[in-house]
């Protein structure tokens, strides 16, 4: 393997370590029964892992985050992208480039539709079989 394409992968694998630290200190569990320090103030944590294959290249993607994502969640939110890997069902190893959505937000009634609206139009638009959602809660100030 290339080292510059070695040097990308630990840098990925850097960025999403760094982005699960605060779901592993403060698990959810540990954080609905504690009180967050002032300023900080409890939000959820929303973070969906997008494949970005099959014609999802930089432009459509970004024409998707704006129609889809930030129309739902217009308050902010981190885009990375890296590289994923998996199973897939007949136990061959696929792999791609990935974007990792990052938002903190307030949970109401609509969260989550509007969460799983996004996940099927993703999936539909891009010929996607999943995309990948993990929830916590965590500790935000701005």
Known sequence: MRASVVRALRMCAAVLL???????????????????????????????????????????????????????????????????????????IVQETSRMLLIWYVPDSQSETRIEAIRNAYKKRFHQQSVLRADSLSCVSF
């Open 18 to 92: 760094l982005a699960a630290l605060p779901g592993m200190a403060f698990g959810q569990a540990a954080l609905s029964n504690r009180q967050c320090r002032p300023p900080a103030k409890q939000m959820a944590r929303l973070e969906l892992i997008f494949g970005a294959g099959r014609g999802a290249t930089r432009r459509a993607f970004m024409a998707f985050l704006a129609k889809e994502v930030t129309l739902r969640f217009p308050d902010g939110l981190s885009l990375f992208s890296g590289y994923g890997q998996w199973r897939n069902g007949k136990g061959r």
